[in-house]
């Protein structure tokens, strides 16, 4: 789900127990696909060497 419509927003709104103006729901529904991007990043594993910390020097077939 990459495009957030108006019946979603205001049910996670109502969810979290926020009211916010139009300026913000329309802000909000900009930034939905990138935020849904990044939690989808996050969600998968990854091994040790993805550690920002260990990373200095390794390739991509390291982080893998």
């Known amino acids: 789900m990459s495009e957030l419509d108006d019946v979603a927003l205001e049910a996670m ?3 979290a127990g926020v009211s916010a103006t139009a300026e913000m729901r329309a802000r909000l529904k900009e930034a939905y696909a990138h935020v849904a991007a990044m939690a ?6 990854r091994g040790r060497m993805a550690e920002p910390a260990l990373t200095y020097g ?5 982080l893998a």
């Open 13 to 15: 709104l109502a969810r």
């Open 40 to 45: 989808e990043r996050v969600r998968k594993p």
């Open 58 to 62: 390794f390739g991509e077939e390291d």
